[in-house]
């Protein structure tokens, strides 16, 4: 009897084992809540280095231009096929910051993925759910703990929830890669030049031409639900440096499931 017990107490254990290492690399896109909060800038008036980025970036005078549409701006953004070759610079390095920012250890993978959001020639193109799936499955392929996730039927019977949840949300880190990339490329460059943009417009100003351009955006990406509350998001979002994650965790805290990492978009 004592042997049987403790056969069953083994067998449970290495299941359980084997489930947190297969569900682990679901979880690498979700925001972890017992992480620090982004580099707050207080007031939006800082213009030093924080944390590795600058803030204080020289912005093209058309930019700050009172004629300036960021809303326009990003909706006209071409296709990375259709990018000059200056454009198509300014892009790389984009994403390829957006992928360090992201914690993500196979940074091209990331890349790949934001690329083809931005691609004409691509399936996932300005679609957020099918680049989230894409990405996932990409991820999957260079991990083997998907393959025992996917096709272990135990396991699935474990953790269903989580991997369903996986399959129809919008992690924060993605989502906020996607914002940040977007709004980036429009005033020329990375989080710090998205930051120098808002620092100069002021922050009211800012928050009107963010809440515009992201509730824009959302609605063409298929997220027309979470424009609802965006700005709530973005006022909160702009007294942060990362400021594409920070509007969609703020997204999370306001939809269905909060603060669990991923964002709602129906």
């Known amino acids: 009897m004592k042997k049987n017990y403790f056969i069953k107490t083994v067998t449970v254990l290495v299941i359980m084992t084997l489930s947190v290492s297969a569900v682990a690399p679901l979880s690498s896109l979700a925001e972890d809540s017992t992480r620090s909060e982004p580099s707050l800038l207080e007031g939006v008036l800082a213009t030093e280095e924080i944390d590795g980025i600058d803030t204080d970036v020289k912005l093209d005078a058309e930019v700050l231009s009172d004629d300036f549409d960021l809303e326009e701006a990003v909706a006209e953004m071409p296709s990375v096929s259709d990018m000059t070759k ?131 955006r959302l609605k063409a990406w298929g997220a027309k639900k979470l424009a609802t509350v965006v700005g709530a998001a973005v006022t909160i979002a702009l007294n942060y440096l990362d400021i594409g994650t920070q509007i969609a965790k703020q997204l999370d805290k306001r939809d269905k499931r909060p603060n669990n990492g991923y964002v709602d978009i129906y």
């Open 86 to 216: 200056e454009e198509r610079e300014l892009f790389d390095s984009i994403i390829k910051e957006q992928a360090e920012l992201s914690g993500i250890d196979d940074v091209g993978v990331m890349e790949e993925a934001l690329t083809d959001f931005f691609d004409a020639d691509s399936e996932t193109y300005n679609d957020l759910e099918a680049s989230q799936q894409e990405l996932d499955t990409r991820l999957q392929e260079e991990s083997e703990n998907f393959v025992s996730l996917y096709k272990n039927d135990i396991l699935q019977t474990i953790a269903p929830k989580k991997v369903e949840a996986f399959q129809v949300k919008i992690s924060v880190k993605w989502a906020g890669a996607v914002l940040n990339a977007a709004i980036g490329f429009a005033v020329g460059g990375g989080v710090g030049a998205i930051q120098s943009f808002i620092i100069k417009k002021g922050k009211r100003e800012a928050e009107k031409l963010f809440t515009r351009t992201v509730t824009s």
